[in-house]
């Protein structure tokens, strides 16, 4: 059997590789070619019955009489454009003949708002073969694409018989859905555990079709988070992902692209931060219990235990309407309670409520609540009985990191089952002066409810060192020992006790002298952390009185609080890219606006140095496709991408403009190689000024991230006030080496001679120009480069929150004169190794001569 396809578009053909996008370029939904098209209308490539063809327009599969499917997907993640720029001319049922209109699209709406225009013609169904494909190069809609051979085989095809009430003229079939299957090989370093598992779900719930994933024997929704970490899926595992509906072809292609996703995400990000551990404990002394250090710290205090309220549930129910209704109420006040919760919480607690908000909606625990419920049971016994079931399926895995998750759920139900009851979970839990806390587990939300002041410290029988709570008290700085084993339960309420968790060893029965000399160690370690704050909260100035500005680097509204506590004396570089980073859709200007007011709040009147989006590169944003790239970090990145998205860029200074007090906003601009991107951000600036009918001149800052900038930094003054040098990006462009790249990462050094002579280039400049410079690349916060960068003329610095007290102590301890010195012999070394070498030299020098 033959099949000709014509082409559905004018443009120009290319083979599939040519696709900016793994999934049809790797022929994961089948094989044919590409065009990219120079019109917008979109013709049936033969005789055929509409299959799928989403709301969003976007895409449309047309199945042959003789049950072939052709997929046409017009550009590449044009699903995110929500049918903006198409306009359908046929739905699903409908038959057509080839060389009917489908779809129109505007080429240019589509143009900007999609990754590429790239539209791969592929056949989905498989047991056929493709030949005569049209050579690569122009075509015009109605030529022959190319022929299909041969009869596509059973398992594609439909396997959905249900009635969509059009009656399939020439087949005698239904409109029906197919189902496509892909066997995917999972490379993610974890496995699909909690955060893939969440990547997936997000994207499954958005379409019209059945998704499952399976594995080991087991078959999980994709909807479901639960479901999918009961997989067990480890890395190496083959997962087999089956999809059934009006979209399955486009969902096979999301659940790819969610994993590339999670993939993408995992080279990106660190692995993930657990608190500092210390797997091999020292053997455990006399009247020593050894555990496993969860968070940092030493504390004495006395055993306490906090009671946890079994909730009881009634097992029949009172009507299954009634007992739907209570589930639902409860769940929504649930909701209500996390989401506010989370509003007000810290970064740690935010993140963690926001899993708990998912497993709250999470389909295969509803699901399994449901049959509970429709079995007469009641709203609280069917909840708990879904969750000990997903509890139960997570602690039969051979997985530390998924079984962990269990104290999440627990955590959910125990919210879930009160909320029922008519009772809120206590958001404070009493406790004496120096507790130390006993307990087998803790749920985070526990943990939140205790009060910090009276908690000096954890000790849990059982716990893992990456569960949620164990975060948590990482970031409360609680000193924290885990599985610590049965032998806790043994100590007598109110018994002091020694917490050395840096150590991993609780002591059990301390001598009074070893509480003696364990107090005072804990009284001289405060003293000196609220010393050194204290010290933090002063204008910062070296030993010569030269005044040093040290400000805070910034990536979400709730670090500025902390920022301000450590002693930042503002926010040298506000990260606006990751405010939203994991959003689908671009942030309003109202709410970018409210999120730049809180860190302005939360800074009470000290300056703000929001950076314009630097997206691109590294630093790749969901809702701003930008074209797939032979290399990226060279490619639309910085200043770049927002010129060329020039209304995302004016919703962003409209309101970064809205930031009051006024004038407290400078903004910098992020990755400029020269004065005209500067130039049209001014010219923006103005427009806007005028819209607002705002006066005053704007503050505006340019990075030096790359040698461009740094050798031109005159002219580039000439239009800026100050600059700030990015040396992430600036070490990455100058010694030619990946900032990621994990086997080059010794060698990517920002004291590398080449870097420090641009920094000393641009301090220059600066110097000449009587405008101040300053550096917000990580280099600021190594303590070997301090000395150097003050001396060669950078007169403030810009690190994470919680190197600032230690980094204005060092600056309190130096002279600019010696920090001269150094610098100058330093740009005649030949290497970071030999600058290292030097400062250390010179610290000791430094050392002996005082
Ligand atoms: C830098 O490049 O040094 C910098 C501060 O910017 P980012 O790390 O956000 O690219
Ligand atoms: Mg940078």
Sequence with gaps: MLLKLIAPLDGWCAALDEVPDGVFAGRMLGDGLAIDPTSGIVLAPCDGEIITLPDSGHAVTLRSPQGIDVLIHIGIDTVQLEGRGFSVKVKPGDRVESGAELIRFDLDTVARGAKSLVTPVVVTSEGVTLQNRHAAGLVKAGDLLFEVLGMPSMSQRPTDTSDTGNEAAGTGTKAVAGELERVLVISLRQGLHARPAALLARRAKGLEAQVTLAAHGRTADARSIVAIMALGVRRGDEVTLRAHGNEAAQAVAEMIAGI????????????????????????????????????????????????????????????????????????????????????????????????????????????????????????????????????????????????????????????????????ARPMHLPLPESAVLLADDLLPSELTALDRRRLAAIALSGGGPTSHVAILAAAMEIPMLIAVGPALRDIPDGRMLIVDADKGTLHIAPSAEML????????????????????????????????????ANLGRVTDAVAAVANGAEGCGLLRTEFLFIDRETAPSEDEQAESYQSIANALAGRPLILRMMDVGGDKPLRYMPLPQEENPALGLRGVRTALLHSDLMRSQLRAALRIRPAGVMRLLIPMVTDVSEILAVRRAIDEIKGELKLEGRIALGAMIETPAAALTAAALLREVDFLSIGSNDLTQYTLAMDRGHAQLARRTDALHPAVLQLIAAAANAAKAAGKLVAVCGGVAADSTAVPILLGLGVSELSVVPAVIPALKRQIGGLRIDDCRELAKRCLLLSSAAEVRDLVEQTIANLGEAS
Excluded at 302 to 320: D, H, L, M, Y
Excluded at 519 to 544: F, G, H, K, Y
């Design 260 to 423: 590339e996703e999670a993939q993408r995400m995992e080279s990106a990000h660190a692995p993930a931060p657990a608190p500092e551990m210390r797997r091999v404990r020292s053997a455990p002394r006399d009247g020593e219990l050894p555990g496993t250090c969860a968070a940092p710290g030493f504390a004495v205090g006395r055993a306490t235990r906090i009671e946890r309220r079994e909730i009881e549930t009634a097992e029949q129910g009172s009507g299954v309407g009634h007992e739907q209704d209570e589930l639902n109420r409860a769940r929504s006040n649930v909701r209500i309670r996390l989401e506010r919760v989370r509003r007000s919480g810290d970064a740690a607690r935010q993140d963690i409520i926001a899993a708990h908000l998912e497993f709250l909606d999470d389909p295969t625990l509803n699901e399994a609540a449901q049959q509970h419920l429709a079995a007469g049971k009641s709203a609280g016994y069917a909840w708990r009985h879904a969750t000990r079931a997903s509890i139960a399926a997570l602690e039969a895995l051979d997985d530390s990191r998924l079984r962990e998750r269990a104290d999440d759920l627990l955590d959910v139900e125990a919210h879930l089952l009160l909320a029922l009851a008519g009772e």
């Design 516 to 551: 003696a000399k364990a107090n005072s160690l804990v009284e001289q370690r405060a003293a000196q952390s609220a010393a050194l704050r204290l010290a933090a909260t002063r204008e910062c100035r070296s030993l010569d009185g030269a005044r040093i500005e040290v400000f």
